[in-house]
C-alpha cells in the first residue's frame, strides 16, 4: 500500500490549490474526487462547456479555467470518480472507483468536500419537481440541460445567479420568490463597513437582480410560508407576500434555496470534533486557524470546514497545505512565516463581507424547520415532523434518542439532509442555543451505502497484512 505524504479529498478550488501549494514544495499527493473532471462543484464541467453556457455562467465562472489547467499539470495523482467513504484518524482512507475498492495511507488528509445545499423541509418538497437550486446548477454545467419555465424560491445569492444564468441562454423563467425576512436588511446593516469592503461583490448581486428584473420575470421580496401542491408531482405552489397568500399554477420545476452549509460527513465519522455555528445556523468542524482539527492527521480546507466562498476557499487549501508542508519538514518555520502573511491578508480581505452576507441571508427559523406536523423531515426513513413534536413534548430533547427511536437520520444519507433540522427545532422547543440543547447526530462509516461485493476484497486484503 503507496504511502502519501497528503491525501485530498475533493477536487473543487480548495482541493486542487491545496494539491498545488503541497506540489510546490516536493509533497507526494493523491486527490480523489467523485467527480468525472477537477472544478468541484462551483467550477464543474468547466473544461467540457461549450462557448454559449460558459458566457451565461459569467465570470466568477470562466476565472476557474486557469486554476484547473494549472492543478492537471502539477504533478499530483487525481483519481477521478473516486468516492472517498472511510478515513481512519491515523490516516487510512478506503475508496472506492468503479465499485472496486482501495486503501491509501496519508500522513496527512485534507478534507476539500465542500459545501451542500441546506435542506428545506416545507409542506410539498418530497413532491417530484421540487429541486435545490444547486440541481439547476449542476444540470447545466454537466450537460447544458435545463427547466424552462422553472419557478426559483427561497434565499441567498446563489438564487438570483442561477435565474439570471437562465435568463442569459434565453431559458425563461416563472419567478423568483426571494424569502429573505425583511429584519435582515437591519442586521445585515450592521456589517455595513464590511460590506463596503466587498463593492464588487455587492454589484454583482444588484446586477443579478437588475437583470431578472429587466426580463419582467415576476420578483416576490419578503415572502414566506412556501407550499408545494400537487398529485404525482409538483403542479401548483403557494406562498404569503404582503399579508396576502399568493399561487401560482401550471408549476412542472420548483427550485429552492437557503444558502450551503459544509459537508462534514467524511470528517464527522473520522471523529473530527463539530461545534454549533449560530451565525451560519449549522454544525460544522472544529478547526484552528489552519484547518487542524481534533484528529492530529486530519484538515480541513475550503467550505468544508467553514462557507467562505470560492476565492477563499482557495486560500484556506494552500494555508492547509503550508502548515502541512512545515510538518512534515519540506518547509522551514521562517519559509513558511513568509509564505502565509500575503494568504492571511488576501483571507482577511475576504472575508470582511461574510459578516454581511451571513446576517442579510441567515434562513427564518420557519424556513427551516417545519411549521406543520405532516412535513416530512426525514425523506429516507419518512419521519414527519408530527413525530419529533411528539418526542419533545414528552420531556425528550436528545437527538441521538429521537434517531434510535424513529430511525430519523438512519437512512442513505446518514442525517445529511435532517440533522440541521433537528437541531433547529429542538432548539426552539427547548429554548437553548442548539450548541447546549442537543448532541449532534452520531456519524459512523461507511458514510455512502456500500455493498457487500466491495468489502469483500478488503477483507482479503486485511488478512493477508
Known amino acids: 500500500m503507496t504511502i502519501w505524504d497528503v491525501v485530498v479529498i475533493g477536487a473543487g478550488p480548495a ?8 506540489r510546490t514544495h516536493g509533497l507526494s499527493v493523491l486527490v480523489l474526487d467523485e467527480q468525472t473532471h477537477a472544478g468541484g462543484q462551483i467550477f464543474r464541467g468547466i473544461e467540457q462547456s461549450n462557448p454559449s453556457v460558459m458566457q451565461a455562467l459569467g465570470k466568477s465562472y470562466q476565472k476557474g479555467q486557469p486554476l484547473v489547467a494549472k492543478f492537471a499539470h502539477c504533478g499530483a495523482v487525481h483519481q477521478t470518480g473516486a468516492d472517498a467513504w472511510f478515513i481512519d484518524p491515523a490516516g487510512l482512507v478506503v475508496w472506492s472507483k468503479d465499485e472496486v475498492p482501495h486503501r491509501s495511507l496519508a500522513r496527512r ?14 409542506p410539498g418538497w418530497t413532491l417530484p419537481g421540487v429541486m435545490g437550486a444547486g440541481a439547476a446548477q449542476i444540470a447545466l454545467k454537466a450537460s447544458a440541460t435545463v427547466a424552462p419555465h422553472a419557478v426559483f424560491a427561497g434565499s441567498g445569492p446563489l438564487l438570483f445567479l442561477a435565474a439570471a444564468q437562465y435568463l442569459r441562454l434565453g431559458v425563461p423563467v416563472r419567478a423568483v420568490i426571494d424569502m429573505t425576512p425583511k429584519a435582515n436588511y437591519r442586521t445585515a446593516c450592521r456589517h455595513i463597513s464590511g460590506a463596503l469592503m466587498g463593492t464588487k461583490l455587492l454589484m454583482t448581486g444588484v446586477g443579478l437582480i437588475r437583470s431578472i428584473h429587466q426580463a419582467r420575470v415576476p420578483l416576490f421580496f419578503g415572502a414566506s410560508s412556501l407550499e408545494a401542491r400537487g398529485q404525482e408531482q409538483i403542479e401548483e405552489i403557494m406562498f404569503r407576500h404582503r399579508d396576502r397568500s399568493q399561487c401560482i399554477t401550471g408549476v412542472k420545476t420548483l427550485f429552492v434555496h437557503q444558502g450551503v452549509v459544509p459537508n462534514t460527513a467524511l470528517a464527522a465519522a473520522a471523529g473530527c470534533k463539530r461545534e454549533w455555528d449560530a451565525g451560519q445556523m449549522c454544525w460544522r468542524i472544529a478547526t484552528d486557524s489552519e484547518g487542524r482539527t481534533s484528529e492530529p492527521r486530519i484538515v480541513m480546507a475550503g467550505d468544508a470546514g467553514r462557507i467562505v ?3 477563499c476557499s482557495a486560500l484556506t487549501g494552500r494555508r492547509a497545505a503550508l502548515a502541512i508542508a512545515r510538518d512534515l ?6 519559509d513558511h512565516r513568509v509564505a502565509v502573511r500575503p494568504l492571511d491578508a488576501a483571507m482577511k480581505r475576504n472575508r470582511r463581507i461574510r459578516g454581511f452576507l451571513d446576517a442579510l441571508y441567515r434562513p427564518a427559523q420557519q ?21 419529533l413534536s411528539g418526542f419533545v413534548s414528552s420531556g425528550g430533547f436528545d437527538l441521538n434518542q429521537f434517531k434510535s427511536e424513529t430511525r430519523c437520520g438512519m437512512g442513505p444519507c446518514q442525517g445529511r439532509m435532517c440533522g440541521q433540522t433537528l437541531a433547529i427545532a429542538m432548539s426552539a422547543a427547548s429554548g437553548e442555543d442548539p450548541s447546549s440543547a442537543t448532541a449532534p447526530p452520531r456519524s459512523r462509516p461507511p458514510v455512502r451505502p456500500v455493498r457487500l461485493d466491495e468489502l469483500a476484497p478488503l477483507a482479503g486484503q486485511m488478512e493477508k497484512n
Do not use: H, K, Y
Not at 367 to 387: H, K, Y
Open 15 to 22: 482541493g486542487m490549490s491545496a494539491a498545488l501549494e503541497a
Open 367 to 387: 424556513a427551516i424547520a417545519p411549521l406543520t406536523d405532516a412535513t416530512i423531515i426525514c425523506r429516507c426513513e419518512n419521519v414527519s415532523a408530527g413525530a
Open 109 to 122: 488528509v485534507i478534507l476539500a468536500t465542500g459545501a451542500m445545499e441546506r435542506p428545506i423541509p416545507f
Open 329 to 334: 519538514g519540506a518547509l522551514s518555520e521562517r
Open 309 to 311: 466562498g470560492a476565492d
